[in-house]
């Protein structure tokens, strides 16, 4: 590890009439050495003391669940309420196994400058921060965050074995005083989004680009329209939802209250299934005689199943290896508005605390918040034709969720939009998507939300990559024609690629298998190409698709 000085003039009381004892040693050794260790610190005792005192200020969170196989953030705030101005001038940044990075941030009157941000898997020790000195006085918000990504099966929480993880910014500083006594630390946690100007500039990375394998196949037998798609929480499965025989555009299945109108058409098949992403060979399968009209799945980090049937206007959880559902949420065959009534809810997301978030999209075009229990929460945003308000929203097609940044991503079908909400329902930005939006997934290593984009008969679907904190589209894939008819369902599996189903015959699914390349993948042609085709479409706003049917 390299050299560390106190800055000129500055020290730090230590004995009789100060907060710190005495003073402890100790030298760790992560590998056995080869030869002698010069390790050590030299102490300069002195009587008078220096015009600036040291201290250490600790931020720190103890809550935080990291669930397996996610990227998780842990963040702290507080407001600096001393008189006295304190200059940070070094850092050390802590965690055990899961963290990547660990960052610390001064809000002053809305504007953020990052203190210092290090891999906390690199030598422990204090490292000076680099530039000019960011004082901080009263009145300034101080921010911190650890980053952890999950490669385990099991749950992580904060805790002090190796197993467990820790949060830790120490921040060292001094002040201008011969004597103080301050407050040791920031422990308040609560999520903060930091803006793009004062975000940490990470080394280039590669470029990662999607390219359609037309050689994968799933081996499901007689697969009906897919509603959803989902993947198991370690990465291993993709999970489909079918409709076996129950094709919507068959017939009319609905009275003009949104009531089912057979109520005993059941499906006998198991219409949830397994599926090995690499090879496409079913692994498992359940669901029989549950469900009329399948549409949205999510898989949560227990590996339990949450989905919706537009039919029976209610979603179902079903626990691991359990062929019941464990919880219900709505009224079966009775359409509604109010908490305990949906009216077709098309989608489910669950987050790390087991929140889950329904979007109730064909008629009510709204999303609503319970808690594990199945106790309602809150209710957020309107159906609205109008577009670029944030929650004004035309039939809720699809939910994602960051679990990192704790946001929640509606897919706003007939309005062309996907809307930013927080885990407290606060709408924060929309994003425009050219033509419907149907399916949306949210890839955490790009900060990308995937979503399935259908303009008309002239413009095949795409997939198409929107940057998650600016909306901007970064990517369209596959970059060639595709067979495309029309993609319904989408799922994202860490570093395998896009998954879509369709709801039109022939029922398959498609892959885009995640490819990583040193250069800019991004057809800027394609994408051109796309907007052309949506804006000389001559179609009205309730476009005509194939065989002059809307699918649902």
């Given amino acids: 590890a390299p050299k560390f000085d106190l800055p000129d003039k500055v020290g730090f009381h230590v004995g009789r009439n100060a907060n710190i004892d005495y003073i402890l040693l100790q030298v760790h050794y992560k590998y056995q050495l080869e030869e002698a260790d010069s390790s ?18 600790l931020f720190a969170t103890g809550g935080t669940v990291i669930p397996p196989h996610m990227t998780v953030n842990a963040d702290t705030t507080c407001k600096y309420k001393e008189g006295l101005t304190m200059t940070p001038f070094a850092y050390r940044t802590h965690t055990h196994k899961l963290g990547v990075r660990v960052s610390a941030w001064r ?44 490669h385990r099966d099991t749950t992580t929480r904060i805790g002090s074995t190796g197993k467990d993880e820790m949060c830790n910014f120490y921040m060292m500083y001094y002040m201008n005083s011969t004597k103080f006594e301050l407050e040791d630390g920031c422990y308040y946690e609560k999520s903060f989004t930091v803006p793009e100007y004062a975000r940490v500039k990470e080394e280039e990375k590669e470029t990662v680009a999607y390219e359609l394998d ?27 939802f079918h409709r076996a025989g129950n094709d919507w555009s068959k017939k009319q299945w609905f009275s003009p209250k949104n009531v089912v109108l057979d109520k005993k058409a059941f499906l006998n098949e198991d219409v949830i299934v397994f599926v ?14 549950h469900f009329i009209m399948p549409h949205g799945i999510f898989v949560d980090h227990h590996d339990n199943i949450f989905v919706t049937d537009v039919a029976l206007h209610q979603v179902l959880k079903f626990e691991v290896n359990k062929t019941e559902p464990s919880l219900v ?23 790390a605390e087991d929140f889950i978030f329904v979007g109730d999209g064909y008629c009510n075009s709204r999303v609503l918040k319970f808690n594990k229990d199945g106790k309602f929460v809150g209710e957020f945003g309107k159906g609205s034709v109008k577009t670029g308000v944030p929650g004004s929203m035309n039939l809720v ?21 996907i809307h930013v909400m927080t885990y407290k329902g606060n709408f924060t930005a929309v994003y425009s998507v050219p033509g419907n939006v149907y399916a949306i997934d949210y890839i955490p290593d790009i900060r990308a939300i995937a979503a399935v984009n259908i303009s008309d008969t002239n413009s095949p679907a795409k997939v198409v990559l929107v940057n998650a904190d600016s909306g901007e589209i970064t990517g369209v894939y596959p970059t060639n024609d595709s067979d495309f008819t029309m993609p319904h369902a989408l799922t994202y599996i860490h570093h395998i690629g896009i998954f879509l189903g369709e709801i039109a015959s022939p029922f398959r699914i498609w892959k885009l298998s995640e490819i990583h390349k040193h250069k800019d993948a991004f057809d800027k042609g394609g994408f051109q190409k796309l907007l052309r085709d ?13 065989n002059s049917k809307v699918y649902r």
């Fill in 40 to 57: 050590g610190v030299d102490v300069v005792l002195i009587t008078t003391p220096p015009p600036n005192l040291a201290g250490i200020y």
């Fill in 107 to 150: 809000e002053r009157e809305g504007t953020w400058t990052l203190l210092g941000s290090g891999d906390p898997q690199k030598p422990q020790m204090f490292y000076l921060m680099k530039g000019e000195s960011h004082p901080i006085r009263k009145d300034d918000t101080l921010h911190a965050r650890c980053e952890y990504v999950s």
């Fill in 214 to 240: 037309d050689a994968w196949k799933s081996t499901v037998k007689k697969m009906g329209q897919i509603g959803g798609l989902s993947h198991s929480a370690d990465n291993k499965e993709l999970v489909i």
């Fill in 276 to 289: 090995d992403p690499k090879s496409g060979n079913v692994t498992r399968s359940l669901g029989s005689k």
């Fill in 329 to 351: 949420l709505g009224t079966k065959f009775e359409p509604g508005k109010d908490s305990a009534h949906f009216c077709k809810p098309t989608s489910v997301v669950v987050t």
């Fill in 397 to 417: 097609h699809d939910l994602t969720i960051s679990h990192a940044d704790r946001m929640i991503y509606v897919a706003d079908r007939e309005n062309g939009q």
């Fill in 534 to 546: 949506y804006d000389s479409s001559d179609e009205e706003e309730d476009l005509v698709f194939k």
